[in-house]
């Protein structure tokens, strides 16, 4: 085999061996994609950048190979590479990723569901948190209006029981003074009497003393 030949077979092995590494790197960026997902307009930046460093990379190889001599078979190499590694290798990893994001999205749906339920259960703990405050407010409300009656009350009867002294002491007043008044108009009768008596008493001395005159002077 001729040095021409040997030299064409290893640029075009080198070509597919470039394939194979550039689409293993793009299979990288997709399990990166899968693991971390993002927006379509970092996958356009990361797509860019990606042919951009391919691109660059067959570049390399043709000047280092061929001293920058373009080679459609070195090109066609590369897309052969890239074309066997997507439908074997690439394939596989492909369901492996399909089934890994699957296993992701329902790991993801689990644990919003677990989120979910932990969000709803601190919801009702603190709606139950909050009805149990409310009835303590109420409870102590109702307990001061109980005790605010209860004073109410007692302070009426107290007021009742001072307006029934009161009254008692006043009654006993007014007694004490119908007795004094009816004890003086008892005292002015009996002294009216004594005086009449002495009046009659005088009176019937000095007619018994105009008698005896009367006899003496017969």
Not at 156 to 161: I, L, P, R
């Amino acid at each position: 085999m001729s040095m021409t030949i040997r030299y064409e077979l290893q640029l075009l092995f080198a070509s597919l061996t470039v394939g194979i590494c550039l689409m293993m790197v793009y299979d990288g960026l997709r399990v990166f994609r899968t693991l971390v997902p993002h927006g379509n307009f970092w996958t356009g930046i990361e797509d860019a950048v990606y042919w951009a460093a391919s691109s660059i990379t067959t570049f390399l190889l043709l000047f280092r190979q061929n001293d920058g001599i373009l080679r459609w078979y070195a090109i066609l190499g590369v897309l052969m590479g890239m074309l066997v590694y997507n439908l074997t290798v690439s394939r596989i990893l492909l369901r492996l990723l399909k089934k890994v994001e699957k296993y992701l999205t329902i790991r993801k749906i689990k644990r919003q569901k677990i989120r979910q339920k932990r969000l709803e259960e601190e919801e009702k703990r603190r709606l139950l948190e909050e009805q149990k405050r409310q009835k303590k407010k109420e409870e102590k409300l109702r307990l001061r209006e109980e005790k605010e009656e209860q004073r109410r009350l007692l302070r009426e009867e107290k007021e009742q029981k001072q307006l029934r002294l009161r009254e008692k002491k006043e009654e006993k007043q007014k007694k004490r003074q119908k007795e004094k008044q009816h004890s003086l108009t008892e005292d002015q009768g009996q002294e009216s009497r004594r005086s009449r008596k002495a009046e009659e008493k005088k009176d019937a001395g000095k007619r018994k003393s105009e008698k005896k005159k009367e006899r003496k002077s017969e």
